[in-house]
Nanobody, 127 residues
Framework: QVQLVDSGGGLVQAGDSLRLSCAAS????????MGWFRQAPGKERDIVAA????????YYADSVKGRFTISRDNAKNTMYLQMNSLKPEDTAVYYC????????????????????WGQGTRVTVSS
């Protein structure tokens, strides 16, 4: 089992930065691929970024490429999403997610692959 607590959201202006954190508990964290998803009002939840269990492989949605950076510190059981140059269209509830234990070196982008979810943290970007 993995329990996830995401945090770091807030209200910022366009162009500002935020760093989201996802603190995990559970002995399988180090073998779990992880990801950040977001859900804007009235829209489906979409993948933002994903990272393999080792941190060696990462994925970014086209809309955030070059602005967001996903990382993880397995010693601290924590994953991060550094968000720079924020835009109003980044406004959403952001969720961290983790897979079950995996020996694959890949990231995962499909929501159905993830077994564990944080409660969500709201990011609002004003213009």
């Amino acid at each position: 089992q993995v329990q996830l607590v995401d945090s770091g959201g807030g209200l910022v202006q366009a162009g500002d930065s935020l760093r989201l954190s996802c603190a995990a508990s559970g002995r399988t964290f180090n073998r779990s691929a992880m990801g950040w998803f977001r859900q804007a009002p009235g829209k489906e939840r979409d993948i933002v970024a994903a990272i393999s269990w080792s941190g060696d492989s990462t994925y970014y949605a086209d809309s955030v490429k070059g602005r967001f950076t996903i990382s993880r510190d397995n010693a601290k059981n924590t994953m991060y999403l550094q968000m720079n140059s924020l835009k109003p269209e980044d406004t959403a509830v952001y969720y961290c997610a983790a897979t079950g234990p995996t020996y694959s070196g890949s990231y995962h982008v499909r929501e159905s692959t993830y077994s564990y979810w944080g409660q969500g943290t709201r990011v609002t970007v004003s213009s």
